[in-house]
């Protein structure tokens, strides 16, 4: 123990044989992890503001729906009756009212939304006001009037590009026409099924949520308003489930199937109900570990590079130690004692680089309209200023991932050591 | 009767380089008795390194035995040969002799610390021995502190530490001036007369051959005399 405490003083000595160039390279290893920890908390920070943002102006992180409604969207495949109330008690109940947030039921339709000066296709979206306030953002995002009221039975929220090309503002008046729903034979409705129904709106306010798609095509109307223009009364086709940690999405889900069992419905985390979401998240992964993989071949290499180097130019110290008696393993473990050194200096540095670079990003943020100048992307879903997230967990395995690289490449400059021939070592002259 | 310190039986070395053979030790057959003082000299590319080399398990001999206290090298691993260095041999070459990352002190108690000697016994050890040949006072200079002779005398008491049946030194003196190299001669024959322990160094410098107490000449590999110092031929 103590011969290797004393070749790893050996190793860490040498180091400084040439401090400038210790440095340097330390320095270079070391922006590789900072480079490494600035992407990964970006990455995180802007998967988190992502799903944060789509599961409130989307379906919640967990959705249910009638069996088959995710493929075909079909209007007719209503929620049964007893799912939002069972749902409900639920989710309030003592096993999870400490992750849940809030929950929303929801009729869902397209309809045609008309102004004395134009139309526009809309998916019209029948709200309990109270829930959905909990739920969404689009509450949060009312630029002009007001956002429904709790026991409002009329009226409409539009978003601000409908606004602009149907020419209204709020007080103005719109008429909303869509089509009854064609329920079962067995189900008796309101209206008369499939008939064109239409009802006359005043707009309530106007949302701006920054997303074209959203702006543009999502109205808010009161549950009942709505239900009873569909001819479905007391009837939705999904209830959303907000919570307070997206971790918490799967457990849920699958609490919730196991609630619901026997019934025609469908229980979907963000995931499933957001796949191309979702899977934008899988290539952001990939993409992210090639450039992981070349941060760490970078570091990579300039171990093996500065390590290799520093082990031929030492041929005949190798020599000497070898002739007084160590044995190949102990001069291997000489070489990667000084390697670990080296890495260690990296890593420090790279840590204090790279976490205040993080905390920079966690704090002021990146802000993208730097990048875009005055035209943001029409269909981002997140914020322009994208919040650096790292977790502890990610900081320890990007920092283990760089010791273990740089130590098993520092193997190959210590096998050479160990391969230090005598007496051919030993010629100088 | 006393066990030799180093016995070679026709010993034969031949280098190779491609399709060019260079005999270096053409049957060489050589006693020396524990407690002896002795040098090798001859030209350049006489043998001197080669044996050397070979009598301190650093290279192997292609035919003959090589016994260094009744042990035949030729049948021993590296690794036992690496502990027979550590344990039994010492060291001095001709220049570059310690490692420049540790001081004097380190330098020497390096193999000690190898050997797994307590830390107490190391430091007196070589604080005794730093005394005796004038090294006090300079234990935590590095070897860029230190003169060429200081540094030769670091790496004589660094190989006398272990207290080794034998000590092999490669021209010792070649980069010293005469009176450096008179002083170390003199360190070098009071570690073998207080120790009795066995030198044997090449050289090819007239003053240093006057000290040992036997002197072999080689040349061409062979031996071409073998005299001891009152002038008798062995």
């Keep these: ?429 | 009767m006393t066990e030799l310190a180093v016995e070679l039986k026709d010993v034969k070395k031949t280098y190779r380089t491609g399709p060019i053979e260079v005999p270096a030790l053409r049957g060489i057959s050589l006693s020396v008795a524990p407690g002896e003082f002795l040098a090798i000299a001859g030209p350049s590319g006489s043998g001197k390194t080669t044996l050397l080399n070979i009598i301190g398990g650093l290279d192997r001999a292609d035919a003959g035995e090589v016994l260094v206290e009744g042990r035949n090298l030729q049948l021993l691993s590296t690794g036992e040969l690496a502990r027979l260095r550590l344990q039994r041999l010492g060291f001095v070459f001709q220049a570059y002799n310690l490692l420049p990352v540790l001081t004097a002190l380190e330098n020497a108690e390096f193999t000690l610390l190898l050997q797994g000697v307590p830390v107490e016994q190391r430091k007196e050890r070589v604080q005794k021995l730093f005394s005796e040949i004038g090294l006090a006072n300079l234990e935590h200079r590095r070897p860029g502190e230190l003169s060429g002779g200081q540094q030769q005398r670091v790496a004589v008491a660094r190989a006398m530490v272990t207290e080794p049946a034998l000590i092999l030194a490669d021209e010792p003196t070649a980069n010293l001036d005469s009176a450096t190299a008179t002083a170390l001669l003199e360190v070098m024959e009071h570690l073998n007369r207080a120790h009795n322990t066995t030198f044997v160094y090449s050289t090819h410098d007239p003053l240093v051959m006057e000290r040992a107490r036997r002197l072999i000449r080689m040349r061409d590999g062979k031996i071409a005399s073998d005299v001891a110092h009152a002038g008798q031929t062995l």
């Excluded at chain 1, 590789?32 to 920070?45: A, E, Q």
């Excluded at chain 1, 239409?198 to 709505?226: K, M, W, Y």
């Design chain 1, 1 to 429: 123990m103590v011969g290797v405490l004393l070749l790893v003083k050996i190793g860490w000595r040498n180091l400084w044989r040439n401090p400038r160039g210790t440095l340097l390279t330390a320095l270079a290893l070391g922006l590789g992890l900072t480079l490494l920890l600035i992407s990964l908390g970006l990455l995180d920070g802007s998967h988190e503001q992502l799903v944060r943002n789509a599961v409130r102006f989307g379906t919640g992180h967990v959705v249910i729906q009638a069996q088959g409604y995710q493929d075909t969207g079909s209007l007719e495949l209503l929620l049964p009756a007893q799912v939002v109330s069972t749902t409900g008690e639920f989710m309030h109940g003592e096993a999870m009212k400490h992750v849940l947030r809030g929950m929303s039921p929801r009729l869902l339709a397209s309809g045609l939304l008309s102004s004395a000066a134009n139309a526009s296709g809309v998916s019209m979206m029948g709200v309990n006001p109270k829930e959905e306030r909990a739920v969404s953002l689009i509450p949060q995002r009312i630029v002009e009037g007001n956002y429904l009221n709790d026991d409002q039975q009329s009226g409409v929220v539009i978003g601000a590009e409908l606004a602009r090309k149907l020419a209204v503002k709020v007080g103005g008046k719109v008429v909303l026409m869509t089509q009854a729903v064609q329920a079962p034979a067995t189900e008796a409705t309101d209206a008369d099924e499939g008939e064109m129904q239409s009802t006359l709106l005043r707009v309530n306010g106007i949302f701006r949520t920054g997303i074209q798609a959203i702006d543009a095509h999502v109205i808010h109307l009161p549950l009942p308003e709505a239900q009873g223009l569909l001819g479905v009364p007391d009837r939705v086709n999904q209830v959303a489930v907000l919570l307070e940690r997206e971790g918490d999405s799967l457990m849920v889900a699958r609490s919730l199937r196991k609630q619901l069992t026997g019934l025609p419905v469908e229980v979907l985390t963000w995931r499933e109900s957001m796949p191309t979401l979702a899977q934008s998240f899988v290539l952001d992964e990939a993409f992210n570990y090639v450039m992981n993989g070349v941060v760490l071949a970078m570091v990579g290499l300039g171990i093996l590079n500065t390590i290799l180097m520093r082990v031929l130019e030492r041929r005949y110290e190798f020599g000497l130690c070898s002739a007084m008696g160590l044995r190949p393993v102990q001069l291997a473990v000489m070489v990667i004692g000084e390697s670990l050194a080296l890495t260690a200096i990296s890593l420090a540095l790279g840590l204090v680089l790279g976490l205040g670079a993080q905390h920079y990003f966690a704090t002021a943020g990146l802000d993208l309209r730097w990048f875009f100048k005055s035209s943001l992307p029409s269909a981002l879903v997140f914020d322009p200023v994208i919040y650096s997230r790292l977790s502890v967990a990610r900081i320890a395995s990007s920092v283990s991932t760089v010791f273990l690289t740089a130590t098993a490449i520092s193997f190959y400059p210590a096998l050479k050591a160990a391969r230090t021939e005598l007496p051919g070592a030993l010629r100088v002259f």
